[in-house]
Every structure is written in structure tokens, then in C-alpha cells.
């Protein structure tokens, strides 16, 4: 009778074992789903955040201050806008540009180029960029370069533009100028910009 009684007791601990690990192995307990809940939520926000991130690239990428002006470009001998000039600018190349105040920096007379182009950095084409002289092509030709020639970048306004090869989206000469601003968003200095064409400016009333 004892003997029974200690195997029914060893019998009954053995199905509770087993019971607890077959409880344990199959569904997730709530606080393991609460767990995996909050995981997959922050999963989502971090990939929120990239997406946001790559959107803002134009911007973000961008060389908010030149650098050196290209060889070859011409002085503009008497241009709308003369150095020193106070402007407003109606443009949006970057953020806290259109309708900033700025002071003309620098006027020359060239073609100007809006292009695609895919950078050498990778990542998506940036389509109709705005702008490149003919000064800032590799190797330029003498005459100026008409909508879908192809061409290769001599610059750096953006990351990955130095070296790529692009696409003339539009072409027209005229007078393109550098500006100095101060970002409307953020308070930036911002320090020969290059470029604005004519038409993206207005005077200071």
C-alpha cells in the first residue's frame, strides 16, 4: 500500500513537471507578448525615423556655404543685382532659403544647368537639380550643353555630385549669382551660396 501511494505521489509530480514545461514551451505568456509588442513598436519608429531621414536628404546633404568659384566663370559686367545688393530670395533649393534676405556676393554671366543625376555615393537619382554652371562640368565643350546631353559633375554642392555623371534637364544663359543669408529655420550663417538665378530674386523694398 505504501509502495503504492509513493508511486501515485512520484507519478502525480511527474505529470505536474511536465504540465509546467508543455505551459512553458507553447503559448507566450502576456508579459512575453507585451515584450514582443513593444519591440516590433520600436521597430517600426526607428524604420519611421530612417524613412523621415532619407526624405530630407536634398537638404541635410547639401553645402549650405561654397567653396571656391570655378575657373573660367566671368564677372558680370553690369548686372541686375550688383555685388553688395540686398535681395530677397525666392527659392527653395534648402530650407529656411525662400524668402530669407540675402546680400548679393558675387554676379557672372554663364549657362546655367538644373540636371539629374545619380550621386557617387549611391542611393536614388537626384532629379532636377538646381544649379550647376557650365564651368562646373569636367573637361566643359565651348559651347553650351542642350537638355539630354550627358555630362560629368565638377562639384560639390552635395555629397556624392563630384564625379557623377548627369543628365541636362534644362540649359539657359544668363546671370547666375552667390548670395549671403541667414537661414530662416535654423539661424544659420550661410556664406557664398552658389547659385540663384535672376529670376529667384527680388529686391529689398
Known amino acids: 500500500m505504501k509502495k503504492q501511494k509513493v508511486v501515485l505521489g512520484i507519478s502525480s509530480m511527474l505529470l505536474i513537471f511536465l504540465l509546467s514545461a508543455c505551459a512553458n514551451g507553447g503559448e507566450p505568456s502576456q508579459n512575453e507578448n507585451a515584450d514582443n509588442e513593444t519591440e516590433t513598436q520600436?521597430?517600426?519608429?526607428?524604420?519611421?525615423?530612417?524613412?523621415?531621414?532619407?526624405?530630407?536628404?536634398?537638404?541635410s546633404e547639401m553645402n549650405h556655404s561654397g567653396g571656391e568659384v570655378p575657373q573660367g566663370?566671368?564677372?558680370?559686367?553690369?548686372?541686375?543685382?550688383?555685388?553688395?545688393?540686398k535681395v530677397i530670395l525666392h527659392a527653395d533649393h534648402m530650407a529656411g532659403m525662400n524668402?530669407?534676405?540675402?546680400?548679393?556676393?558675387g554676379a557672372f554671366d554663364?549657362?546655367?544647368?538644373?540636371?539629374?543625376?545619380?550621386?557617387?555615393?549611391?542611393g536614388e537619382p537626384v532629379e532636377d537639380h538646381k544649379w550647376?554652371?557650365?564651368?562646373?562640368?569636367?573637361?566643359?565643350s565651348e559651347e553650351s550643353y542642350k537638355p539630354g546631353d550627358q555630362v560629368v559633375l565638377n562639384a560639390?554642392?552635395?555629397?556624392?555630385?563630384?564625379?557623377?555623371?548627369?543628365?541636362?534637364?534644362?540649359?539657359?544663359?544668363?546671370?547666375?549669382?552667390?548670395?549671403?543669408y541667414t537661414d530662416e529655420e535654423t539661424g544659420e550663417q550661410i556664406t557664398n551660396h552658389m547659385w540663384v538665378t535672376e529670376d529667384e530674386l527680388s529686391p529689398v523694398e
Not at 554642392?157 to 543628365?167: C, L, P, R
Open 42 to 59: 520600436e521597430n517600426v519608429n526607428n524604420s519611421e525615423e530612417e524613412s523621415d531621414s532619407t526624405g530630407e536628404m536634398d537638404h
Open 73 to 85: 566663370l566671368t564677372e558680370a559686367e553690369n548686372p541686375t543685382y550688383p555685388v553688395g545688393s
Open 99 to 105: 524668402g530669407a534676405e540675402a546680400t548679393v556676393s
Open 110 to 122: 554663364t549657362t546655367v544647368y538644373s540636371v539629374t543625376y545619380t550621386p557617387t555615393t549611391g
Open 132 to 140: 550647376v554652371v557650365h564651368e562646373e562640368i569636367e573637361n566643359p
Open 156 to 180: 560639390e554642392h552635395m555629397k556624392g555630385m563630384d564625379g557623377a555623371t548627369a543628365t541636362i534637364d534644362t540649359a539657359e544663359q544668363t546671370t547666375v549669382y552667390m548670395v549671403d
